[in-house]
């Protein structure tokens, strides 16, 4: 089945580039996502990729996709106190099943 | 247009006890999809529908859950016969079926079974 990892923890000092990373099992993956959850709240979409592309960058944040090495990441530059939070990749696998298949999560930790 | 709302936000329930949650998606998106977090987990596919059809369901969805959208909008998921392990959040989400099928999520529902 199909598998999805993240480290659990990244500290970064407030201003500097925060780099998350995921990596994923499953090669038929359509789109991966990344979702960004604060302490006791849903789940808010940040951003999403294609699988048939190597980049993707939104304001302050930057995807790239490794498709060979089935290696995704989400930068922040100019990370501030408010991008802290819970990080959440997720695939959305080809072959017509929708439910996205997320990762544990990485808390990133801002320090002043 | 408002968001994903999921009522309640909160339930506490007794083991044995059946509940029920509801989820309003975002008008007219068609999608719509269960999941549940546990502590220190990511979201975990339930179910989904696309409008009224209910198209695919976990194996984590036993015989005790059981999810509805009968007109096509809102939808509930019951829970029959409380168990402990049921305490999560149940996260709720919708999309357009269209390319990337963004997925947004409500603020979920917190259950916790005695």
């Known amino acids: 089945g199909e598998d999805v990892e993240q480290s659990l923890f990244l500290s970064v000092r407030e201003g500097d580039s925060s780099v998350i990373n995921c990596t994923y099992t499953?090669?038929?993956?359509?789109?991966l996502y990344w979702y960004k959850q604060e302490p006791g709240a849903g789940l808010q979409l940040l951003t999403y990729?294609?699988?048939?592309?190597d980049m993707k960058q939104d304001q302050r944040l930057t995807v790239l996709l490794n498709k060979k090495d089935k290696h995704l990441s989400l930068r922040i530059a100019d990370t501030q106190t408010g991008d802290s939070a819970i990080y959440f990749c997720a695939e959305r696998e080809g072959g017509g099943a929708d439910g996205l298949t997320f990762g544990k999560g990485t808390h990133l930790i801002i320090q002043p | 247009d408002t968001g994903v709302s999921q009522d309640p936000r909160h339930k506490i329930t007794k083991r044995g006890q059946n509940v029920t949650f509801r989820c309003d998606p975002i008008?007219?998106?068609?999608?719509l999809y269960w999941y549940r977090q546990t502590l220190g987990q990511g979201p975990e596919f339930l179910t989904y529908?696309?409008?009224?059809?209910?198209?695919?369901k976990s194996r984590l969805l036993s015989d005790r859950f059981s999810a509805e959208r009968p007109k096509g909008s809102f939808s509930t998921l019951e829970i029959q016969r409380t168990e402990q392990g049921d305490s999560a959040m149940y996260l709720c989400?919708?999309?357009?079926?269209?390319?990337?099928?963004?997925?947004?999520f409500g603020p979920g529902t917190r259950l916790t079974v005695l």
């Open positions: 499953d090669s038929s993956s359509t789109y």
């Open positions: 990729i294609f699988s048939n592309m």
């Open positions: 008008s007219e998106h068609n999608r």
């Open positions: 989400a919708s999309s357009w079926s269209i390319e990337a099928d963004t997925q947004y």
């Open positions: 529908f696309q409008n009224e059809a209910q198209l695919e």
